[in-house]
Structure formats: C-alpha cells, structure tokens
C-alpha cells in the first residue's frame, strides 16, 4: 500500500473550503481584521529601524565622534588619534544653549559651528542655495559671517532672511534656512531652533567661556571596511587611563546616535503594538468560535473518510491544511488592509518622524504577517481542534446515539490545549513591548480580564435564564433562554465586545487624568519660565533685577557636576553591551557616570521621603563620616542603589565620600527643578557651580519683559518658556493618544466582526425553530424583537462591565505610573456602554435580517 | 473460510455504572462468496455487530477472523490498512462527501492510497452501477438511490474481499429500493464478493443464500 500523492489531503481540504464559502469568507475577513493593524505597524517599525540604521550616519554626520565638555587638549587628541586607521578624516564641531534676541524677542536657540568637511554623510539643504558642498561649508559661512537658521526661528522671532541677529557679542547676518538637516532630532521637542556657523565665527561670539555646558566634538569618517566596534574598545580603554577632565571624554558611534533617536518613537511603537494585539486576540476569539462550529460540522465527513481507511492522523493533517489555508488567506487580507493603514502612521505619529522618513511593506513583515497568520489561527484553534479526538466513525453506525468519552484526559489535554495561545500571546507581547515585564504584566492583565469578564458573562447567561421564567412576553422569554442556551455563543459576543470596551475606554480614560491636570491653566504651581546656566556670582544681582521686575525666583537650586566612581567601594561600571530589552535600554541611559548633584535640606511640596531619614542639616567636615545624600526612589532602582549604600563621587577631582540617607518620590508633573541626587548642605558649597530656578505666575507679556530682560543683562543665562514646553509635550501626546485610539477602533471593529458573524451563525442554526415558529404564527418584527433583546442583554452587560474594568485599570495604571491623576468622566461611560449597545443590536439585525426574512416554507423543504 | 466468529462478547458501559451487553456468546462462520442477512429487531445489536467486523469498534471479548486474521489484534495503523484493502463498506443515509462530485468520492478510498488508476477504475465503478454520465455531478444534484449508487460504487471500486451493507435500502422508497437492490445483487454476483446484509426487509433478506436473526444478543 502506497501514500497518497502529497497534494491529496491539501486538495481535498482546499475543495472543502471553496464548498464553505460563506464560513470560508468571515473567518478570513475577521483575522484579517485583526492582523491588519499589527502587521502595519511592524512594517513601520522595521521601515524605521531600516530608516535610522541607514541614516545614523547621517544624524551622527560620521562614523564616529568625540565629545566632550571642555576643549579638547592636543596631546589628549594625539594619544585617541593615534589609534585611528590611516587615512580617516577629520571636521570640529561645538554646540551651545544659549538665548538670542531680535525686536525684544528672545528665544533659547541651539548654536552650531562646523568646520569644512561637516557633515561627512547626509547632505544639509538650503531654502535659497540648495545642497550645501560640506568641503568649504566653512568658508561659505564665513564669507560675511553669515548664519544659517531653522525657518522657525524667523517665525518665533519675526525675522526674515538677510536680517542681522546678535549672537554672543557679535552681529551675524542669517543668510539662508535649513529645510534639511539630516542630524535633526527631536529631543529638544523643537524648544531649541539650530543655527549653524562657522566654527571660527563661533569663537568670537564670546560665548565659550561665558556658557557652563558647551560641547566639544571631533567627527571622524573613517577609512571603507574599517572596525569601528573595535575601535571603539581602544579608544574606550585609553580614554579609561586618563585622569581629570579627559576622563570625562565620551565616543559616540553612529548606531547609538540612531539608537537615541530611535528610542521615543520605539516606546511609542511599542504600546501601539500591545493594543493591535488585542484586536488580533479579539479576531481569534472569532475566528475560534466559527471554526468550532465549521469543525462539529465536518466530524462526519471525517468519520466518513476514517471508515474508507483514512487514519486519524491524516484527517488531522487535512483540518491543518484547511487552517492553514484559511490562515494564509487571512494574512493575505490583511496585508491589503494594512496598506491602508500603512500610510496612516507616519501622518499620525508626524511629529516624532525624522525627515525623509518613508514607511514600505517590507518583505520581512510579510513573511511575519504569513507566518502569523498561519501559526496564529492554528493556535487559537487548537482547542477546538482537539475535539477531533471525539470523533468515532463508529457514529455512522449509530446516527442516534451520542458518545462522550469525557474523562480526566480529556480535559487535561483540553487545559494543555491552551498552552499554545498563552505562548504564543506572552512571546508576541513581550517582543512587541520589548520588555519582559511590560510584556507579561499585559498578557497578565488581558488574561484576568478575559477570566473576569468570562465569569460576568457566565453569571449574567445564567441569569438571563432565571428571568426567563419571571419575564413577561414570550418573544422576551425566549429570548432570554436563547442566551441561556447558546453560551459558547454568547460568551464568545460578550468577551469580544467587553474587551473592546475596555479598550476604547483605557487609553482615554488614563489620559484624561493627565491632561486635566497639566493644562489646567490658572494653575499656579506650573511655572512659567526656568532658568538655568545662572553663575554664582550672577546670583546677587539677578535676584535684584528679578525683585525690581516684582517676581520672585523661586525653587533655586545649585547644580555641581560630578561623575559617580565608586559603590560600596567597588568601582561603579556602566555596561554598553546592546540593549535587548527597554528596561535594559533605560538602565543603561541612567547609568551614567558623569551626573548633575545638588544640595539643601528641605523637601519641596512636589516630594517625599518614601524610606529613610531627612538629611542632616550642615556637614561637619571634621567628623569623618559620609556625606548624607537622599536618592530619587525610581533613579535608585534603576541604578541598582539602596538606603546605606556608600557612594564615591569624583567632585572636579576631589573625592567625596557619601552614604544614602533616605529615597524619595518626586511628582515630575509639578514642573519644578529637581534633582536624581540631593547632597545635605556643607559639602558641595566650594565646588565650581551653576544655579537654575523658575518664576511662576506670568502671563504672555510678562514673560517676554522677563525673558528680554534676561537675555540683555545675564547673556549666559538660559531661559525655557515652561509652558510652551508643556505645550508641545501635549501635543506631542495628543498624536500618541490619536494612534492608540485608532488602534482601538480597529480592534472594536474586530469585535463587531465577531459580534456578526455569530449572530448570523446562530441564527442559520436556528433557522430551523425559527421558521417554527413563524409557522405557529410569529411575524417578522416579533422575531427580530428576540434577537435584538438578545443582543441588546450581551451588549449592555459587556458595555458595563468593559467599563467597569477599563475604570478599575485606569486607576490602577494612573496611580502606580501618574501619581494618582485620575478623574472618572462619567458621560463618556455612559456614552461607550450606549454605543457599544446599539452597535451589538445592529451589528445582530444586520447579520440576521436575510435569513430571518427567508419564508417558513424552507421547513418543507430541508428535511 | 473468509468470516469466522467464536464466542463473542459485546457490552456498552451505561450512565448507571452498569453494562448492558448487546452481544452475547456469538458465533457465525462465512465462505467465501457466500451472501448472508443479519434481521433482528431494531436495538438488537446488528449495526453493533458490522460496526465490529469493519475494524471500528472492537469485541469485549472473543474472537473475530476475517481471511484468517485475528481483528482485535491488530494495531489501529494495521487496522485501517486491512479495512481500507478488504472491507467495503454501505451505510443507510449513504454519506457521501458533500463537496466532492460523484466520481471524485468514488475514487476517494483509491486517492488516499496513491492508486495510479484511481481514474480509471473509479469509472468502471460508476458504470457498473449505471451512473457513467453522473459522473461529475455533486450529491446534492442526485436522488436517494443514485446517490446510494455511488456509495456502492465507492464501497465496490477497492475490490473489497467482504462488504458489509447496513440497511442499504432502508432510506429509500421501495421501488427504488428493488433498483438498488437488484443492483447489489448483481455486482456482488459478478464478482464473488462476500456480503453482509443488515436488514429488517424480509424480502430483501430472501434474496440471500443466508439468512440469520439476531436476538437477544447472539444468532438463532
Ligand atoms: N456506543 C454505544 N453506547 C451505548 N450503547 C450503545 C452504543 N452503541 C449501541 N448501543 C446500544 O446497543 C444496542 C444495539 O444497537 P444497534 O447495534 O444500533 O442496534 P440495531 O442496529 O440492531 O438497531 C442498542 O440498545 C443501543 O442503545
Ligand atoms: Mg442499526
């Protein structure tokens, strides 16, 4: 006996599919809703890991850099030099905050210098001239000092080209705008237009010695084929053996500038990932329930093809090629879905979008897409699929008679069934959050939901059957027992349209807390400019001119620069290993060595001590005992740091010995200054410092007299206008909210896909007693009444209670992540669990009404 | 000898934790082209019986031998293979595969196997039982006893050595039923199959060379 040829069980599958059309056509049409959103956005994500990896070059404008907050030394430079290939190029670059003023304007900008050579990849292009040529770059700005500016910095300065603008203590005339410049980031939020120059010009601006925080670079392009990792360990290692300032110097290579650029739009990336997965999990649901009932259906078939002399195994293999089928169909819908969606995304997420950013389907989502498309919908079938197990060709025998071989094997391979899904769903959302902990707290909370809400949905079926004895009409009774009977059904409509529920209702319902409170706009505590970059011996009269404007400068606080050697008196490392996961991403952005101290005594009201004591008052340096530092709680944990842990920081080379004496929270939405390490007053007095602060309680005009005044007298001295900060923040936000509602719309729109197709079903395999009905005399309205009562029942309880858990979630995320800004706005409770009502009574009558239309006479003929 | 049954057992567990014995203490012995009714009272235990003899429930106890093989020792992987080769098999609702057209579940026992002339021989099966130009039309397009036609043609077209008919004509009207009737009758003629005829039709059970009731669990 020979096998079959390989295609026999796929063809027979196939025919088997093409005879169930209409099954066929939803189970296809509802994963693909489900899939299309999570294969969009991992198109823009591999599109924009594609994009940073081709353009970190560009943002970093070379291979690799040096940087470093005091000039270079030449002998520094000689010793790193050294150690780089032949032939590899060289160009200088300085950047600065600093404010600029035009027509009692004044705004913080970001200055530039760059020396001929800049940028060594990516082409920077001009409004007027166009492509600027990076081999005399230099000259072209210096020819008649001229400027080059972000067109916003004309806008917020009433300014035009040809204009003259005072920088530092020299007059520059702006010669043209930036519409491309491939090293644009985000991260300023756009607070701090650019302006380039040339790099001598910047030395006269006077700025250099003025500005506390200038960075010094060297880029470096390097010779094709050189070994930039290695290089990058020499260099590290002799960076390592200096002392001093040197030691401070940092190596930037092009993948982490990519890298940081990268990250916002990752984490962004990453939520809207977790919520396209609930529309694929509320599209399994559905592809789950009519697969259940496609496969009872075929159980005869199957006995049939076992009784010619098929084996178990191989009917097996023809239910996997039906779902494969029916998977790969799915993916294939879905990616035309998502070429819709595609495009939506970078319009959506505008803002945090480098330039020249293109989403494409690459062919990696696609093999994804397929491949979860297959493997997604075998594995949320795999519970029902088991029941083939059940199967007996010895029923063909006994048309009557119904086996059931239901033991303690049988549900233990029923529970092992499941295990597949949580897998596959814990595996996939950890890979979307790229985090474990994220990744598992989600899939955690999506299974209590899905528990919780299948219990409510179970008490309420079993309700419903209760108030069917009590209830008065009989469309109303029947109706109720409907729902008692049919609970795989039933469940199957609540689960999916509660879980929608909830997630239309999470995002906004956390926002709203958010929002609420920072843009409440009498709200004094914000305050409405920050100073920073202020010398000590400024403060004096600062304070002066402040009070002489009548305001008052207020939460000033010293900064002292230092770098953290020591824990515990072992050597304190930070490790650049990739990160493969965010957290490890985010630990290894606060590890950092060289950091930001500062020194009082008392908590201001925006903090609290969580563990530990207050800080003494003033350090006895005779004493010998540690300094007593407090640590912010969440910088503590990052950093791997306890109450009582000894730290030793290098202070401008003076080592200071310091022990944790207390953790404290921070509410970081009061927008005051605030420090990761606050020092107990006495040690770091002596230490070179700068000061910052905030004025609050200004309106429009008076903060730009503040602002203008500022800028005229204490040059150095920075200024941000907080709340446009807080401004843009919201905005910024808003977009992040819109992309993640869109989300949920999507996987809404999977649940009412869910939703139809099961009230189609069940009505087709009612039709039988419904068209018995209409015999004994029911007309058409009274039979759609029953189903619409039916589906108005699962509507509103799942409606209520998608709410209910969307508000107890929402309170939970808003307190552990927001400091408890929460705020319940009822109506659009009210409004989700009416919307979602009506949409489950349409969605139900438009599924129905053919087949509730077709005349009893059909109980003739099917027999 | 091709059938030969000693001693055998059959009981059904029930809900209340006892057994009802649908068989008890059978014996039975057929030759080789040899036609035989099984008749017996609904509920007697006939469909148990042929359920049995195709390999897809086995004996509680005794023993059972088609061709001189012991069936309740075969594995279930050896099982299937025998039925498939020597087992035809006809059913009263016909159950024929609703997407597939009339030649296509004929040939579906020879497909499942890799025949090379599935084709050929799957429409010599038609013909022999006079539906060559239905050949493409599905069961949904064919009367009762056309499609129970096709489910001989595809209980005939392995070449069982025994074929085992439960109630063939029990789901069609009585003219048709002596259509399909004489049909089997004369193809089990032609080729010297062995048949195992379940009914309750006196009639059709005469035209057997023999004829066995059952009741109370054992033959008569
Ligand atoms: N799988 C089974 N489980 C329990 N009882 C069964 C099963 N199969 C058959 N029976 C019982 O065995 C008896 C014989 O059934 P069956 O062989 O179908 O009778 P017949 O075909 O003669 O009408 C009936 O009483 C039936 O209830
Ligand atoms: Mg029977």
New interface residues.
Partial sequence: ?????AF?WFK?AF??L???RRFSIFFIFNLALGLAGFIALDSFKVSLDNHLGQNSKAILGADVALTSYVPFEENTLNVLEEKLPQNTLSTRKITLFTMVAAKNISRLVQITGVEDEYPFYGKMILKKNGIVESENIEQSLKFSDEVWVYPELLFMLGLSVGESIKIGEKIFRIADTIIDDPSSSFSSFGLAPRIYLGYSQMLETGLLSKKSRVSYQRLYRLPEGADLPGLNVELKNKINDFEGSESKIRILTHNRAGNNLGRLLGYINDYLGLVAMIAVFLAGIGAAYLFRNYLVHSF??I??????????Q?TYRMVLWQLGLLGTGSALIAIIISLGILPLLPILLKQFLPNGFETQLSPISLMFALVLGGVGSLVFCLPVLSRIRTV???H????NIEQKIVNSSFWKKQVLSYIPLLILSWSLSVWQSHSLIVGSVFVGMLLVSILFLGCIAWLVLAMAGNLSQISGSTMKRLAFRNLQRNRTGAISCFLALALGTLLINLIPQIYQGLQEEVSRPDDFRIPSLFLFDIQQEQMETLQKTLISEKVNLNYLSPMVRARLEKVNGKNFVYSDKVALTREQERQQSFRRRNLNLSYRTELSDSEHIVEGRMLATNYDWDSGKPAEVSLEVRYAERMGLKLGDFLTFNVQEVLVEAIVTNLRRVQWNSFQPNFFIIFQPGVLEDAPSTFLGSIGGLDASGKLKIQNRIVSDYPNVSVIDVSRMVERALKISDQMVLALRLMAYLSILAGLVVVFSIARHEVDGRLWELNMLKVLGAKFSDIQKMIQIEFAVLGIFAGLFGVVLSLIMSYGISWWFFENLWKWTWPTSLASIIGVTSLSVGVASLATSRTLRSSPLTLLRAS | MILKIKGLYKSFPQDNHKNIEVLKNLNLQVEEGETVAVVGQSGSGK??L??ML?G??RQSSGSLRIRGQEISEMS??KL??F???NIG?I?Q?F??????TAI?NVS??L?????KDSQQRSRDALLQVGLAERETHFPHQLSGGESQRVAIA?AIVIRPSILLA?EPTGNLDNATGIQVSNLLFDLVQTTGMTLLLVTHNIELAQRCSRQLQLNSGSFQ
Avoid at chain 2, 111 to 115: I, V, W
């Fill in positions: 006996m020979k096998n079959p040829p026999f027979l025919r088997k093409l005879n169930n005869r078939e006995s049939i093809l076992m009784s010619l002399g098929a084996t178990r191989q007996e060709p010895l063909l025998f006994h048309e | 469909s148990t042929l359920s195709a897809l429930d279930e992987v299937t293979q039925r498939a080769e098999i059913f609702q159950y024929l595969m609703p997407h597939l296509e579906l026992p497909e499942m196997f890799g025949h595809r439960d």
